[in-house]
């Protein structure tokens, strides 16, 4: 999947990583298999006695290798797995399709273009956004923001839009005219 894809391009080296990890955890057990047979060589035999803190030695070292780079190993997966989790969601995101002047596109179609903010709650709370905006609706234009009202109740509440000012609305309207074009979609 392109998840995955972009996974390894922001992680290059992770491949390599978990590869040496699994070669180290194959080692250690290896030589832990080979302490381990030293050892109950060195029990059975009072002849071999005297090798035997060398080899509790080794077969510790070993062990904790072994816990060490499978420790490593699982963090390093886990982290990938997070990763790939993360870019499913935003590709899943980028794919969802939204209205804007009567034109449909994905929102991966403002990439560079502008900065969409989400406002995601029951209508009450989107009308008091959009209320709570207006002061800033210069700034966030400026900064190439765009709004997108979702309302998680499902009544998309109906903006308000009474400006003295010609200007300000169109300003208003360009900042909040965003829609989900599939409601359904997005939740």
Aim: aromatic share 8%; hydrophobic share 45%.
């Amino acid at each position: 999947s392109a998840a995955k894809i972009r996974s390894e391009v922001l992680s290059p080296f992770r491949s390599v990583r978990m590869f040496f990890y699994l070669a180290f955890i194959a080692s250690g057990a290896l030589g832990g298999l080979i302490a381990f047979t030293q050892l109950i060589s060195a029990l059975t035999n009072p002849l071999r006695a005297a090798e035997l803190p060398d080899t509790l030695k080794g077969l510790g070292i070993d062990l904790a290798a072994v816990a060490l780079f499978a420790f490593l190993y699982s963090r390093e997966v886990k982290a990938e797995n997070l990763q790939i989790a993360r870019l499913t969601r935003e590709e899943t995101l980028a794919n969802l399709k939204l209205r804007g002047d009567e034109k449909v596109v994905p929102v991966s179609a403002l990439r560079g273009i502008a900065r969409l903010v989400i406002v995601a709650g029951p209508a009450s709370f989107i009308l008091e956004s959009f209320r709570l905006s207006q002061a800033y609706t210069d700034s966030l234009l400026e900064r190439g923001v765009r709004v997108l009202p979702l309302a998680t109740d499902g009544l998309m509440p109906e903006s308000e839009m009474k400006e003295d000012d010609e200007l300000t609305l169109q300003k208003r309207k360009k900042l909040w005219q965003l829609r989900p074009a599939d409601t359904p979609e997005w939740s």
